[in-house]
């Protein structure tokens, strides 16, 4: 069973930059796509970006141009660099795991979900 827990979350003011970290234990990212979410006080979880296990990667049309997803298999660790970031930006972000290497098409085929990490973009 894979366990995932985010981290680099932080308050950041708007045009500011972050790197969030996806790091997972009891199991090998290497075989499962990867995806990123987040949720808004008083909105549904949207997914952000996957990446696959063969690196094809997908983003959401309000991330495109400005966060990049990536994955590291020797550090069992995938990340989410955010940049030009903005107030509407503002929510938990949660990665999780699928069973497989692709990439789901509903959020509801993830089986592994990290805890979440706090983003705030504010001035």
């Known amino acids: 069973q894979v366990q995932l827990v985010e981290s680099g979350g932080g308050l950041v003011q708007p045009g500011g930059s972050l790197r969030l970290s996806c790091a997972a234990s009891?199991?090998?990212?290497?075989?499962?796509?990867i995806g990123w979410f987040r949720q808004a006080p008083g909105k549904e979880r949207e997914e952000v970006s996957c990446?696959?296990?063969?690196?094809?990667?997908t983003y959401a049309d309000s991330v495109k141009g400005r966060f990049t997803i990536s994955r590291d298999n020797a550090k069992n660790t995938a990340y989410l660099q955010m940049t030009s970031l903005k107030p509407e930006d503002t929510a938990v972000y949660y990665c999780?795991?699928?069973?497989?290497?692709?990439?789901?098409?509903?959020?509801?085929?993830?089986?592994?979900w990290g805890r979440g990490t706090q983003v705030t973009v504010s001035s």
């Open positions: 990446i696959s296990g063969s690196d094809g990667t």
């Open positions: 999780a795991a699928p069973l497989r290497s692709s990439c789901p098409k509903s959020r509801h085929d993830y089986t592994y």
């Open positions: 009891r199991a090998s990212l290497r075989y499962h796509a």
